[in-house]
């Protein structure tokens, strides 16, 4: 079975905690969801995802602290119930947040993460690697900075384009049958801090990339 990105949808919301979100379209039965909340503080996380589906939400991590007020956590469920669904999401403090949502489908109806990683810094050019991401996987992430449009790394293409003054970029496919430490990375225009945080996911047994391949956001806040 191969996989295919479904939806992806993301909006800008007020300072409250918890706080819903809703995506675009009804889940699709079967599908893995992924949430990446990027918080306007460096000390702020989230600290808990649910929803009306009865979907266990599981963390993946939290990107380092960059010391200038962004944060990016990450959060997926698998085999998701199908219908509209309603995300509630808890930050460990109430500050701002951009909300981004993923939906793919073709995958196990086991649990399909298999490896992360994070990183930070003020370079122009900004990179950090997934170490043992298997081959065929699909890999999704953020990253969070201040100023300046990013310029995906090369083979990613633009997903969203700007929105909510963000922007959010790219496509991947990493259906290669290569395995090993991918590099998720980029370009500012300009050196500026930087934090983020990726993953690698299983496809089913069986699957493959098709229709644009696995999908990562860089999000940058307007200041």
Known sequence: MAYAIVQTNNSNTSSASPYTYTPTSAITAGSLGVLLVHSYSNTVTVTSVTDDKGN????????????????????YAYNMAAGATVITITQSSTVGRTTAFTEVSGFSTTDPLASSGTGSGG?????????????????????????????????????????????????????????????????????????????????????????????????????
């Open 56 to 75: 266990t939400w599981t963390l993946v991590g939290h990107s380092p602290d960059n010391g200038v007020g962004e944060r990016v956590s990450m959060y």
């Open 123 to 223: 370079a122009a050019d900004f990179t950090f690697n997934i170490a043992t991401v298997p081959a065929n996987a699909l890999i999704i992430g953020a990253i969070s900075r201040q100023n300046n449009p990013p310029t995906a790394g090369a083979a990613y293409t633009s997903a969203y384009g700007t929105a909510n003054n963000f922007y959010q970029l790219g496509q991947y496919d990493l259906d290669t049958g290569a395995a090993g430490t991918i590099a998720f990375n980029g370009t500012q225009a300009a050196s500026n801090t930087w934090t983020g945080i990726a993953a690698a996911f299983n496809f089913a047994a069986g699957g493959g990339g098709s229709g644009g391949g696995a999908a990562h956001y860089y999000n940058q806040r307007r200041r």
